[in-house]
Protein backbone atom coordinates (compact mmCIF):
# COMPACT_ATOMS: atom_id res chain seq x y z
CA UNK A 1 0.00 0.00 0.00
CA UNK A 2 0.70 3.68 -0.71
CA UNK A 3 0.95 6.36 2.25
CA UNK A 4 -1.61 9.33 1.34
CA UNK A 5 -1.37 12.67 2.91
CA UNK A 6 -3.93 15.14 2.53
CA UNK A 7 -4.09 18.96 2.60
CA UNK A 8 -6.00 22.31 1.76
CA UNK A 9 -9.51 22.03 3.52
CA UNK A 10 -10.76 24.52 5.19
CA UNK A 11 -13.45 26.93 5.75
CA UNK A 12 -14.54 29.00 2.68
CA UNK A 13 -17.66 30.68 1.55
CA UNK A 14 -20.11 29.38 -0.90
CA UNK A 15 -18.93 30.33 -4.47
CA UNK A 16 -15.22 30.16 -3.30
CA UNK A 17 -12.44 27.68 -4.29
CA UNK A 18 -10.20 25.26 -2.56
CA UNK A 19 -7.46 23.55 -3.74
CA UNK A 20 -6.93 20.05 -1.98
CA UNK A 21 -3.55 17.89 -2.67
CA UNK A 22 -2.80 14.24 -1.70
CA UNK A 23 0.89 13.64 -1.73
CA UNK A 24 1.48 9.66 -2.34
CA UNK A 25 5.01 8.24 -0.06
CA UNK A 26 6.01 6.70 -3.77
CA UNK A 27 5.86 7.33 -7.27
CA UNK A 28 1.98 7.44 -8.39
CA UNK A 29 3.25 6.24 -12.05
CA UNK A 30 2.65 3.11 -10.61
CA UNK A 31 -1.10 2.86 -9.35
CA UNK A 32 -3.96 2.30 -11.68
CA UNK A 33 -5.83 5.01 -10.39
CA UNK A 34 -6.50 7.72 -7.68
CA UNK A 35 -9.52 9.24 -6.89
CA UNK A 36 -11.24 11.79 -4.11
CA UNK A 37 -14.55 10.57 -2.23
CA UNK A 38 -16.25 12.97 0.26
CA UNK A 39 -18.10 12.23 2.83
CA UNK A 40 -20.70 14.18 4.98
CA UNK A 41 -22.63 14.01 7.98
CA UNK A 42 -25.02 11.35 7.69
CA UNK A 43 -24.46 10.88 4.30
CA UNK A 44 -22.75 7.34 2.66
CA UNK A 45 -19.22 8.37 1.37
CA UNK A 46 -19.49 9.09 -2.40
CA UNK A 47 -16.89 9.39 -5.07
CA UNK A 48 -16.21 12.57 -6.24
CA UNK A 49 -13.43 12.81 -8.89
CA UNK A 50 -11.18 9.84 -10.41
CA UNK A 51 -8.20 10.40 -12.70
CA UNK A 52 -6.78 6.56 -14.37
CA UNK A 53 -2.80 5.96 -15.13
CA UNK A 54 -4.03 6.57 -18.69
CA UNK A 55 -4.76 10.26 -17.71
CA UNK A 56 -8.83 9.50 -18.25
CA UNK A 57 -11.09 11.25 -15.90
CA UNK A 58 -14.37 11.17 -14.41
CA UNK A 59 -16.81 13.22 -12.20
CA UNK A 60 -19.99 12.79 -9.56
CA UNK A 61 -22.60 14.74 -11.94
CA UNK A 62 -22.63 17.31 -8.60
CA UNK A 63 -19.37 18.32 -9.61
CA UNK A 64 -18.88 18.48 -13.49
CA UNK A 65 -18.33 21.49 -14.13
CA UNK A 66 -16.75 22.99 -11.22
CA UNK A 67 -14.04 20.02 -10.05
CA UNK A 68 -11.35 19.33 -11.40
CA UNK A 69 -9.05 16.67 -10.93
CA UNK A 70 -5.26 16.38 -11.86
CA UNK A 71 -1.85 15.17 -11.20
CA UNK A 72 1.77 15.99 -10.84
CA UNK A 73 3.70 12.79 -11.53
CA UNK A 74 7.19 14.00 -10.68
CA UNK A 75 5.74 15.47 -7.09
CA UNK A 76 3.71 12.07 -6.48
CA UNK A 77 0.89 14.46 -6.29
CA UNK A 78 -2.92 14.40 -6.80
CA UNK A 79 -4.97 17.48 -6.94
CA UNK A 80 -8.86 18.29 -6.74
CA UNK A 81 -9.54 22.28 -7.51
CA UNK A 82 -12.90 22.71 -6.57
CA UNK A 83 -14.70 26.26 -7.77
CA UNK A 84 -17.32 27.88 -7.43
CA UNK A 85 -18.28 25.72 -4.36
CA UNK A 86 -21.63 25.24 -2.66
CA UNK A 87 -22.89 24.86 1.19
CA UNK A 88 -24.01 21.00 0.14
CA UNK A 89 -20.07 20.34 -0.76
CA UNK A 90 -19.15 20.49 3.06
CA UNK A 91 -17.77 17.08 3.79
CA UNK A 92 -14.43 15.26 4.91
CA UNK A 93 -12.39 14.59 1.62
CA UNK A 94 -10.15 11.31 1.27
CA UNK A 95 -7.88 10.97 -1.06
CA UNK A 96 -7.76 7.13 -2.32
CA UNK A 97 -5.03 5.07 -4.58
CA UNK A 98 -5.80 1.79 -6.23
CA UNK A 99 -2.88 -0.56 -7.71
CA UNK A 100 -5.36 -2.79 -9.86
CA UNK A 101 -8.36 -1.41 -11.67
CA UNK A 102 -10.67 1.08 -9.29
CA UNK A 103 -10.27 -1.39 -6.49
CA UNK A 104 -8.94 1.63 -3.83
CA UNK A 105 -6.76 -0.18 -0.74
CA UNK A 106 -4.86 2.84 0.40
CA UNK A 107 -6.43 5.60 1.89
CA UNK A 108 -5.97 9.09 3.57
CA UNK A 109 -6.66 10.86 6.60
CA UNK A 110 -8.96 13.02 5.39
CA UNK A 111 -9.41 16.86 5.41
CA UNK A 112 -12.60 18.97 6.10
CA UNK A 113 -13.87 21.09 3.74
CA UNK A 114 -16.44 23.19 4.80
CA UNK A 115 -18.64 26.36 2.64
CA UNK A 116 -20.63 28.89 4.43
CA UNK A 117 -23.86 30.38 3.01
Known amino acids: QVQLVESGGGLVQAGGSLRLSCAAS????????MAWYRQAPGKQRELVAI???????DYADSVKGRFTISRDNAKNTVYLQMNSLKPEDTAVYSCAAARRGVHFDSWGQGTQVTVSS
Open 51 to 57: IRSGGGT
Open 26 to 33: GSILSLSA
